[in-house]
């Protein structure tokens, strides 16, 4: 397809390009089937991410001195192998800013990214000037992408399409009130004034609807799905150890504590099953929960730690590649989705990475049918998230079936892909191209 033929979508995503970040990994992935579908996608991110050397890539530092000293405390430890020059860096640039700071947080305690908007704002302008976006498409994580959007919106009344990751509003985001009322405004401000916008269950659909009323059909759910892996999948072996693998940060409000008690019922009934089983955590670190849990748990021997598995030069693998390929090994993958009221509008974008394993899920699910739906129906273990019965009556079955080499690939591959979720996206904003008024026009009269 000719350069003439494409249509140009103007992507603000704070979070582009950053390896292993779930947010970015969202976006990130749709962009190869953009461009294989006749889109010409131009990114504007933060400088947390790599600089995208096939798309045009624009990353800026955010206005603010909160979110300039997140974003350089990320950029300078991924450039900067010495430890000690690093923590001097951010200490002499922790001190500048530390007058702005102070101030901001004292009269701005919102997002902490909530000041990239600005730049992302202007660098917009001057792109849409020059390069003449049919849209502007602003996603998630951080809420600032959608801020910008709106701005923009108004400036020149382009077409607006805005992914929402998280629910926005929802029992015991934050205590802080100013954040609230800023995330409750944005969310009207979306509803009201995004051409389509979309959340990634149907839950959290429903309770914006019923919140905003005016969003009417503009409104949609879209599961985002994941590129399949790149390289070749080895066939499953038993090894001498079930494994039981957790990829993934923990948290507080998603954590080891519920799970290892399950652990502990089944070994309860069954204590020889503690010299076959091996619990094996992938990602960030441990929350003071799981710590406790981990602490108390009678067979320290069966968990081992891993931490986050970063990019390696020598074999010119991604942190992503190298955990996709652990993820392909493992006899089973531990899904923790929490046990807040926020899971019942959300589903983790690891189980779409997990599907494309082929693996047996052992999925710990809080009050979220869809989610138990789209598990079940691929034949995976989905409990609640609470039940610690359910829990070690799924251990008992996944061990009598390691014991019998029972655990092959499922040879089902995932219905759940980004080029589906980018077709999706593609149809929706086809038909709003439709109705939109002419670009040129509106712009010339602003």
């Known amino acids: 397809m000719?350069?003439?033929?494409?249509?140009?979508?103007?992507?603000?995503?704070?979070?582009?390009?950053?390896?292993?970040?779930?947010?970015?990994?969202t976006i990130t992935d749709k962009i190869p089937h953009l461009i294989a579908l006749g889109i010409e996608?131009?990114?504007?991110?933060?400088?947390?991410?790599?600089?995208?050397?096939?798309?045009?890539?624009?990353?800026v530092?955010?206005?603010?001195?909160?979110?300039?000293?997140?974003?350089?405390?990320?950029?300078?430890?991924?450039?900067?192998?010495?430890r000690f020059v690093y923590r001097l860096a951010m200490t002499l640039i922790?001190?500048?800013?530390?007058?702005?700071?102070?101030?901001?947080?004292?009269?701005?305690?919102?997002?902490?990214?909530?000041?990239?908007?600005?730049?992302?704002?202007?660098?917009?302008?001057?792109?849409i000037r020059k390069r003449n976006p049919v849209l502007v498409y602003s996603t998630g994580g951080a809420y600032t992408a959608h801020l910008a959007g709106y701005w923009l919106k108004r400036k020149f009344g382009l077409p607006w399409i805005a992914e929402i990751h998280d629910p926005m509003i929802f029992p015991g985001?934050?205590?802080?009130?100013?954040?609230?009322?800023?995330?409750?405004?944005?969310?009207?401000?979306?509803?009201?004034?995004?051409?389509?916008?979309?959340?990634?269950?149907?839950?959290?659909?429903?309770?914006a609807r019923e919140r905003h009323p005016e969003l009417g059909e503009r409104g949609h759910c879209l599961i985002p799905g994941s590129n399949p892996p790149e390289f070749t999948r080895a066939p499953y072996q038993?090894?001498?150890?079930?494994?039981?693998?957790?990829?993934?940060?923990?948290?507080?409000?998603?954590?080891?504590?519920?799970?290892?008690?399950?652990?502990?019922?089944?070994?309860?009934?069954?204590?020889?099953?503690?010299?076959?089983?091996?619990?094996?955590l992938y990602g960030g670190g441990i929350d003071p929960i799981s710590a406790r849990a981990i602490?108390?748990?009678?067979?320290?021997?069966?968990?081992?730690?891993?931490?986050?598995?970063?990019t390696d030069p020598n074999r010119g693998e991604s942190g992503r590649d190298r955990v996709l390929k652990r993820m392909n090994a493992a006899d089973c993958l531990l899904l923790l989705h929490g046990t807040v009221p926020f899971c019942e509008e959300y589903i983790p974008s690891k189980m779409y990475e997990y599907l494309w394993a082929q693996r047996p899920i052992l999925a710990l699910v809080w009050r979220n049918p869809q989610m138990e739906r789209m598990l079940r129906e691929l034949g995976r273990w989905a409990v609640k998230a609470d039940?610690?019965?359910?829990?070690?009556?799924?251990?008992?079955?996944?061990?009598?079936?390691?014991?019998?080499?029972?655990?092959a690939d499922s040879g089902t591959l995932s219905p759940y892909t980004s080029e589906a979720a980018t077709r999706q996206i593609i149809a929706l904003a086809q038909l709003i191209s439709k109705r939109a008024p002419d670009i040129r026009t509106s712009r010339s009269t602003r």
């Not at 602490?295 to 970063?310: S, V």
């Not at 039940?387 to 655990?407: F, K, P, Y």
């Open 295 to 310: 602490k108390d748990f009678p067979h320290p021997a069966m968990i081992e730690q891993f931490g986050r598995l970063e």
């Open 173 to 207: 985001i934050t205590k802080n009130r100013m954040r609230l009322r800023f995330s409750a405004w944005l969310e009207g401000v979306i509803c009201k004034h995004a051409d389509v916008v979309w959340w990634f269950t149907e839950e959290a659909l429903k309770r």
């Open 61 to 82: 530092l955010p206005a603010g001195p909160v979110a300039l000293r997140f974003d350089l405390r990320h950029y300078l430890k991924q450039r900067i192998s010495s």
């Open 387 to 407: 039940d610690t019965v359910s829990i070690a009556a799924a251990l008992e079955e996944l061990h009598g079936r390691w014991m019998q080499n029972d655990l």
């Open 94 to 127: 922790s001190l500048l800013l530390l007058p702005f700071i102070l101030i901001e947080k004292l009269f701005i305690r919102i997002e902490t990214h909530w000041s990239w908007a600005i730049t992302a704002y202007f660098t917009a302008a001057r792109i």
């Open 41 to 59: 996608p131009i990114v504007i991110s933060a400088i947390t991410g790599k600089k995208d050397q096939v798309i045009e890539h624009h990353q």
């Open 238 to 280: 038993r090894g001498k150890h079930l494994v039981i693998a957790h990829f993934g940060s923990l948290a507080e409000t998603r954590n080891l504590e519920i799970f290892l008690q399950g652990l502990r019922q089944f070994l309860e009934r069954n204590p020889q099953a503690a010299d076959h089983i091996r619990l094996h």
């Open 2 to 25: 000719s350069d003439e033929d494409k249509s140009v979508w103007l992507i603000l995503s704070h979070g582009f390009n950053m390896d292993g970040r779930a947010a970015s990994q």
